[in-house]
């Protein structure tokens, strides 16, 4: 048997970054000699094995053929016969289609470091739309890999349309789709996932909610970029400047969904859009099984960035059901993570990227001022159950007047 490294170790290597895991392929192999090695198999039907000390995936060489609708509608065909380049050929791109064996030999039958140096993402064979995930990985890519020029080949990108308009996206699952989805937002350019989505049609498909975004105007006034959709590409690529986690990330995505329900006739205005959306904002959570945390923050960001905008203005009464709405008293972390999202979506405007955000730090102490209410007194007065919550309100209440006076 010949054992080459093959996909992401081979590319990442070329392209000087750091390699985390590294996929195999084994040529020339059955399974009884792998598993007489003391290879574990990973699934039933799958020709895929763990190495026994390792742990890495080592697979055998393979071709494939779709036979049905989605992933399912696979078979697949490993035999010793299979040789490495009718493996590599099933591959997504070229540049994920090299192999190396331990001398740093690379195998390059479809000329992947051709295209690593065009700086190109391209499909390997016409096969590439047997499986419509690969849309997804191909936006995924462009987003990790636009920082260092990469775009997505022409030609692919209308394999990619045709994948698109067909019904096959709608035959993936919510798991398979929100593991791209997810990996795609947290890389270096998220915005460039959405824009190649958008580009090629998908993003028509996987999220409509978000692509109506593209073409309705804001206020100049308020928001110089005018362009809800340019808008939201703003706030997630400043949710990737500034570091952020999953949860904000996503929550950026989604904030303004209800602005694509506003009635042509009352643009640019978007009056109450934040409850407008959370049904929008709803529908797309479940549609990809989001995760619970991120399903949260991204409703309870729709339903109240504008109110972090306005920190200032809030009544001390509404700044309480603001706190509460959050359960910031027990949840403090999430309250955090929705300061910074209202923080990307101000910071997400045309020319304002730098603008300080003085709202941040103004929710900040509204929180802390509440949370530091002492309970121990209100119980020395004898309060309990019920009555003792209704104090404890009083009292919060009591210091956010102080506090909105001091500000
Ligand atoms: P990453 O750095 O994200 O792990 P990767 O290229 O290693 O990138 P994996 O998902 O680990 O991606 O897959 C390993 C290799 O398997 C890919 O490089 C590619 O050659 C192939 N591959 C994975 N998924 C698909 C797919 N859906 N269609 C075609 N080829 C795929
Ligand atoms: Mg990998």
New binding site residues.
């Given amino acids: 048997m010949r054992i080459y490294k ?4 081979v ?2 290597r070329l392209l000087g970054k750091p390699v ?2 590294i ?1 195999w392929v084994v040529v020339g192999a059955t399974t009884e000699e792998m598993l007489a090695k003391g290879f574990r198999p990973v699934g039933v039907d799958f020709p895929v094995f763990l190495h026994p000390k390792s742990g890495e995936e080592y697979a055998l060489a393979r071709t494939e053929r779709k036979s049905g609708r989605g992933y399912g509608g696979f078979t697949f065909h490993a035999s010793p016969e299979v040789t490495l380049e009718e493996d ?1 050929i ?4 070229t540049i ?2 090299m192999a190396e064996d331990d001398q740093q030999n690379l195998t390059d039958p479809y000329h992947g470091q051709r295209d690593l140096e065009a700086r190109l993402l391209r499909h390997v064979s016409p096969a ?1 739309a047997e ?1 419509p ?2 849309v997804l ?1 191909v936006a ?2 462009a987003a ?1 890999y636009a920082t260092l020029g990469f775009t997505v080949a022409p030609e692919t990108l209308e394999l990619m349309r045709q994948l698109s308009e067909s019904d096959e996206l709608e035959a993936l699952t919510p798991e398979r789709s929100w593991k791209e989805i997810s ?1 795609a937002l947290m890389e270096d350019q998220p915005q460039v996932f959405v824009e190649v989505l958008r580009a090629c049609g998908a993003l028509k498909v996987l999220m409509p909610e978000v692509d109506a975004l593209f073409g309705v105007p804001q206020p100049p006034t308020h928001h110089p970029e005018i362009d809800t959709g340019a808008h939201t590409l703003s706030v997630l690529q400043q949710a990737a400047i500034h570091k952020q986690p999953l949860t904000v990330r996503w929550a950026c995505l989604l904030h303004d969904l209800g602005k694509g329900l506003t009635p042509e006739q009352e643009w640019p205005r978007h009056i109450a859009h934040e409850l407008k959306g959370l049904k929008l904002i709803k529908a797309v959570n479940e549609r990809f099984k989001v995760p619970r945390d991120c399903q949260e923050l991204a409703l309870l960001v729709g339903e109240y960035h504008t109110h972090g905008h306005r920190a200032h203005e809030l009544k001390p009464s509404t700044l309480l059901e603001l706190l509460q709405s959050f359960d910031v008293f027990r949840r403090p972390q999430r309250f955090e993570e929705f300061i910074a999202a209202c923080e990307m979506d101000a910071r997400g405007r045309k020319g304002l990227e730098e603008k300080s955000y003085p709202q941040a730090d103004y929710l900040r102490g509204a929180a802390t001022a509440a949370r530091n209410v002492a309970v121990q007194p209100l119980l020395e007065q004898g309060f309990k159950g019920p009555e003792l919550g209704e104090a404890i309100k009083r009292e919060r209440l009591k210091a956010l007047k102080i506090y909105k006076e001091k500000a």
Avoid at 90 to 93: K, P
């Fill in positions: 093959v996909g992401g170790a590319r990442d985390t895991d996929d590599l099933r591959r997504d791109l994920n289609a590439f499986d995930l690969r990985r995924r890519f990790r990996r």
